[in-house]
């Protein structure tokens, strides 16, 4: 079981020692929470033209947390998870965590048990300081995410500081010390990162402003700044529920050989409520400098963004387009969903210009307050042969339970 890095623990260690007539009191404890979500999923994965087998798995997710009551502003929280394969489906890969690597089509759900989240939160009507293993999460995920989907989800050893100086203003920064990834302990990256990001609702909707500046700690010149702006919002036309999203950010990045490369971000969102189903249209550009560099996310859910078939979790050189409708809307007390995806790339290469495009669908049905079921598929058509990608199809059923 893997315990917070020494910088994180120290900092809570001091915080603790200075607090400790208040928050080792029995009263502290006396009085949690004890929470637990149980995830029990069957994946399956085919690909042509690669030599991968096909894969298949079934895996349980298992995560039990306690939080503590709040004394005089003060809490704490400890959350462990474990993820086991059930009844022998493992024929599977996970290449970072080196489980089975090279054999079959990747199924990023590695067998593991460590500490989820772990912290020491103060609080107040204006201010919250919160250092530990952490979930960070930023808007919709494009940027910061937990990669919810996974059953070995992403968290941070970090320092948080979150601040309402004046209604309607929310500003938050962090610092990352480790980023706990998908692919359990072996895989885990130290770094320096500081997330800086801001809210403020204005009448037309809720503009965001954030830098996100991500460094590793091994080796020099690895550095990734990205800087932007968001806008977000609802409003009512013609008896119509109409949503829109406008965002644009810039990144710079030095990579280890000493190369600096510079690329954009543009997302363009519109959506409409018609008779209970919701549609959405939009544009999204990873940027590209010159078809040697793709625009980067590596703190995001990208299981959430350019298709469920996670066929772009690191963007091409060429950068990549993504043009997509979906519509959602509900049946039989579920919420059912299709996407579709037309990707291109943002700069042409020689040989590459077109990179497929995907079909999602999805239905979720709540069996009861506690219980959850679900299935979805992802068929993906792949474009140029010289982009690297397979045709891929992904199926998924799972149960839920919470309490």
Same mark, same amino acid.
């Given at each position: 079981? #893997?315990l917070? @890095?020494?910088?994180i623990t120290?900092?809570?260690?001091?915080a603790? @020692?200075?607090?400790?007539?208040?928050?080792?009191?029995?009263?502290?404890?006396?009085?949690g929470?004890?929470?637990?979500?149980?995830?029990?999923? /069957?994946?399956?994965v085919?690909?042509?033209?690669?030599a991968? &087998?096909? !894969?298949?798995?079934l895996?349980?997710s298992?995560?039990?947390?306690?939080?503590?009551?709040?004394?005089?502003?003060?809490?704490?929280?400890?959350?462990?998870?474990?993820i086991?394969t059930?009844?022998?489906?493992?024929?599977?890969?996970?290449?970072?965590?080196?489980?089975?690597?090279?054999r079959?089509?990747?199924?990023?759900?590695?067998?593991?048990?460590?500490?989820?989240?772990?912290?020491?939160?103060?609080?107040?009507?204006?201010?919250? !300081?919160?250092?530990?293993?952490?979930?960070?999460?930023?808007d919709?995920?494009?940027?910061v995410?937990?990669v919810?989907?996974?059953?070995?989800?992403?968290?941070?050893?970090?320092?948080?500081?979150?601040?309402t100086?004046?209604?309607?203003?929310n500003?938050?920064?962090?610092?990352i010390?480790?980023?706990?990834?998908?692919? *359990?302990?072996?895989?885990?990256?130290?770094?320096?990162?500081?997330?800086?990001?801001?809210?403020?609702?204005?009448?037309?909707?809720?503009?965001?402003?954030y830098?996100?500046?991500?460094?590793?700690?091994?080796?020099?010149d690895?550095?990734?700044?990205?800087? $932007?702006?968001?806008?977000?919002?609802n409003?009512?036309?013609?008896g119509?529920?109409?949503?829109?999203?406008?965002?644009y950010?810039?990144?710079?990045?030095? @990579?280890?050989?000493?190369?600096?490369?510079?690329?954009? /971000?543009?997302?363009?969102?519109g $959506?409409?409520t018609?008779? $209970?189903?919701?549609? &959405?249209?939009?544009y999204?550009?990873?940027?590209?400098?010159? *078809?040697l560099?793709g625009?980067?996310?590596?703190?995001?859910?990208?299981?959430?963004?350019?298709g469920?078939?996670?066929?772009?979790?690191?963007?091409?050189a060429?950068g990549?387009?993504?043009?997509?409708?979906?519509?959602?809307?509900?049946?039989?007390? $579920?919420?059912?969903?299709?996407?579709?995806h037309?990707?291109?790339t943002?700069?042409?290469s020689?040989?590459?210009?077109?990179f497929?495009?995907?079909?999602?669908?999805?239905?979720?049905?709540?069996?009861?307050?506690n219980?959850?079921l679900?299935?979805k598929?992802?068929?993906y058509?792949?474009?140029?042969?010289?982009?690297?990608?397979?045709?891929?199809? #992904?199926?998924?059923?799972?149960?839920?339970?919470?309490?």
């Amino acid at each position: 079981m #893997k315990l917070p @890095t020494p910088r994180i623990t120290l900092v809570l260690g001091l915080a603790l @020692t200075v607090h400790s007539p208040t928050l080792l009191s029995q009263s502290f404890f006396e009085g949690g929470t004890v929470s637990g979500i149980f995830n029990l999923r /069957y994946e399956h994965v085919e690909q042509d033209d690669n030599a991968l &087998r096909d !894969a298949d798995a079934l895996t349980l997710s298992s995560r039990l947390a306690y939080t503590t009551r709040t004394v005089n502003g003060f809490s704490a929280m400890v959350e462990v998870k474990d993820i086991r394969t059930v009844a022998g489906v493992d024929d599977y890969s996970v290449g970072p965590s080196g489980f089975k690597p090279g054999r079959y089509s990747t199924i990023a759900d590695p067998e593991t048990t460590e500490v989820h989240q772990g912290f020491l939160q103060y609080s107040n009507d204006l201010f919250t !300081a919160k250092m530990g293993r952490q979930l960070i999460t930023y808007d919709n995920h494009r940027f910061v995410g937990n990669v919810g989907w996974r059953q070995d989800q992403q968290t941070f050893d970090a320092v948080t500081l979150t601040a309402t100086p004046i209604e309607g203003l929310n500003l938050s920064y962090n610092y990352i010390d480790e980023r706990e990834r998908i692919f *359990a302990e072996d895989a885990d990256i130290d770094s320096e990162d500081h997330l800086i990001h801001a809210t403020y609702d204005t009448p037309i909707g809720t503009l965001t402003g954030y830098a996100y500046l991500l460094e590793l700690q091994d080796g020099p010149d690895n550095s990734l700044d990205t800087y $932007g702006l968001r806008l977000t919002g609802n409003r009512e036309i013609n008896g119509f529920d109409v949503s829109y999203l406008l965002e644009y950010a810039d990144q710079e990045s030095e @990579t280890s050989g000493g190369v600096d490369y510079d690329a954009d /971000y543009y997302r363009v969102e519109g $959506g409409v409520t018609l008779g $209970g189903v919701n549609l &959405r249209l939009g544009y999204e550009e990873m940027g590209s400098d010159d *078809a040697l560099y793709g625009f980067a996310t590596p703190l995001a859910t990208l299981h959430a963004h350019n298709g469920w078939g996670d066929m772009f979790l690191g963007t091409p050189a060429e950068g990549l387009t993504d043009a997509y409708l979906s519509v959602s809307g509900q049946v039989f007390s $579920g919420n059912w969903t299709v996407v579709y995806h037309e990707f291109d790339t943002d700069d042409d290469s020689l040989l590459v210009d077109d990179f497929g495009d995907e079909l999602d669908v999805q239905y979720v049905y709540p069996i009861s307050d506690n219980y959850t079921l679900g299935v979805k598929f992802a068929l993906y058509d792949r474009g140029d042969m010289a982009a690297g990608k397979s045709d891929t199809d #992904k199926f998924w059923v799972w149960l839920q339970a919470r309490f």
